[in-house]
């Protein structure tokens, strides 16, 4: 089911694709504007988003790879926590 523009639920908004920002039509009106500044103003906009999204694909990696590592320290840590007992026999708890 889609919601302006994007499906609904997904959490992620619909970004600009560099791809559209450089195939833009604008409508023609009588005293427009210098085509070529158009031009010029969607190349570099579009320059700026592609920039923009491998940023984006970088920082998903080094939270995925940090997520990772959070996990493995977790399970030595829970490893090495379940090895250690009270000398008493007690598993750590209080009551």
Known sequence: MYRHGRLYGTGRPTWLTPLEVRTWEFDPCRRGIDPEQVHAFQRRVSDELA?????????????????????????????RCQGQRDPRGNSGRRW
């Open 51 to 79: 920039e923009l999204h491998r940023e984006v694909a970088r920082v998903d990696e080094e939270n995925d790879r940090l997520k990772r590592a959070l996990r493995d320290w977790q399970a030595m840590h829970a490893e």
